[in-house]
């Protein structure tokens, strides 16, 4: 499988859009790119990440409905991947040799593993590459 995994910050920005924030178009656009071609996938942490963030950190707190739909919208247009016991190990080798943070490691794994070639994310790693997945801001 090829494609490419949008990272929570890129989903949650994506939210703002129309509100004044430059970024925030920038994220819309990218995702209804990817929507367009088929090729977008986000994973269950993603899905995860991004109910907590808009539940409990935005500036006003999105009620659970309105997340729901906005979960509902993100799993009709993209794959959804999910971790397994060969992730989180895989995880640890992307902490131990890469220098990842772990969640930001867990990710990768996962990309790694179903062969997603592209991470879309605002929050790059040291590296633009690595083990064949390669990070790109979006937001830039």
Not at 14 to 35: F, I, N, Q, S
Not at 98 to 119: R, T
């Amino acid at each position: 499988m090829s494609g490419v995994l949008v990272d929570t910050d890129v989903l949650v920005v994506a939210c703002r859009a129309g509100r004044g924030d430059p970024r925030a178009d920038k994220a819309k656009a990218a995702l209804e790119t990817l929507a367009r071609l088929g090729n977008g996938f986000v994973s269950v942490q993603n899905l995860a990440e991004f109910s907590r963030v808009v539940l409990d950190h935005a500036a006003k707190p999105v009620p659970p409905s309105k997340v729901r739909e906005a979960l509902a919208c993100f799993e009709s247009v993209f794959g959804v991947l999910a971790p397994t016991d060969r992730t989180l190990n895989q995880a640890l080798h992307g902490v131990e040799k890469h220098g990842l943070a772990f969640w930001d490691s867990m990710l990768w794994a996962l990309a790694h593993e179903n062969g997603i070639e592209e991470v879309l994310t605002e929050g790059l790693p040291p590296r633009p590459l690595i083990e064949g997945v390669r990070y790109r801001n979006p937001l830039a």
